[in-house]
């Protein structure tokens, strides 16, 4: 795939539109090529490496699924990296190496490196998963191994206040945050959940909880599901403003200023950074 550099925020909804679901098809290494689902791109690329984003889903008359909407795919990721969150139905998935199984049900998050084969069984009746598949051209020199579980909701002891530097505007603090994943297996592949609102650490948060920051992207393009609340996003060189809430999908790119407002009281996502090269 070729990157390019859109200024423009990507956006989308966990309902595309019919004509916007397509077979997903591509070539497994071991068993050549599959066309199991159907995915729906609402990020066709970043700044640099391969990076897509979107969702996946089966069910009763989806190319490869059985009549009650059951599925078993074997897949190893092959296009790259891959966090994935599920939206609807239940799986489980099997590494085909050492035989781990993992459960996954809506608000699991999944991180699968590129080239880790394991199979899905997917349950009927319905199935649908938020994805971002990442690929750059520098390979990191201890890739990660194992997939990884972990769920939206998770509460770890400690949340980190996130501090950054604007370009134009300074040291900036905005919210807090916990990572899932610190790497991948080529460029910068970082990945976590964010939140703001009331008593949560912010340079320009208001009494109701809303907070206000500038912001470019310096660490790589940035791949959000809005978990809860609603944003503002305005794009600086356009003034285009877009809203969007809970459930939305919203593609930043590196380098691009924008202003983003999460409105109060409470705002949570799930993020993922991406860039060519290696992380600084």
């Known amino acids: 795939m070729t990157s390019v550099v859109e200024h423009k925020v990507h956006g989308g909804t966990q309902n595309p539109a019919p004509q916007d679901w397509v077979p997903f098809e591509w070539d497994e290494p071991r068993l050549g090529t599959q066309v199991h689902g159907e995915i729906a791109i609402f990020r066709p690329n970043g700044t640099g ?6 969702f996946w889903r089966t069910g009763p008359t989806s190319p490869g ?6 599925h078993t795919l074997v897949y190893s990721s092959p296009l790259g990296d891959e966090l994935a969150a599920v939206i609807e139905g239940s ?12 459960e996954l049900v809506p608000g699991s998050v999944l991180s699968h490196p590129k080239g880790l084969e394991v199979t899905w069984e997917i349950r009927s009746p319905y199935f649908k998963k938020y994805c971002v598949i990442w690929n750059g051209s520098e390979p990191t020199a201890n890739p990660p191994q194992n997939l990884r579980v972990h769920n939206v909701n998770d509460n770890p002891a400690e949340w980190v206040d996130y501090h950054f530097t604007e370009p134009a505007e300074g040291p900036q603090v905005a ?15 970082l990945s976590g959940i964010w939140r703001s609102g009331k008593g949560i650490a912010g340079t320009d948060v208001a009494p109701d909880g809303t907070l206000t920051t500038p912001y470019t992207g310096t660490l790589g393009d940035e791949t959000i599901l809005l978990l ?3 944003v503002e996003v305005t794009e600086t060189d356009s003034g285009r403003v877009t809203n969007y809430g809970a459930g939305d999908v919203i593609g930043l790119n590196s380098g691009q200023h924008i202003t983003w407002v999460s409105k109060g009281p ?3 996502k799930l993020w993922v950074i991406t860039k060519d090269r290696l992380p600084e």
Do not use: C, M, P, Y
């Open 65 to 70: 699924a059985n009549a009650d909407g059951s």
């Open 266 to 268: 409470f705002t949570k």
């Open 49 to 54: 490496g391969s990076l897509q984003a979107g």
């Open 228 to 230: 809860a609340g609603e």
């Open 91 to 102: 799986a489980t998935v099997t590494v085909n190496a050492t035989g781990e199984r993992f």
């Open 175 to 189: 919210g807090e945050l916990f990572f899932i994943s610190e790497g991948g297996s080529t460029g910068t592949f």
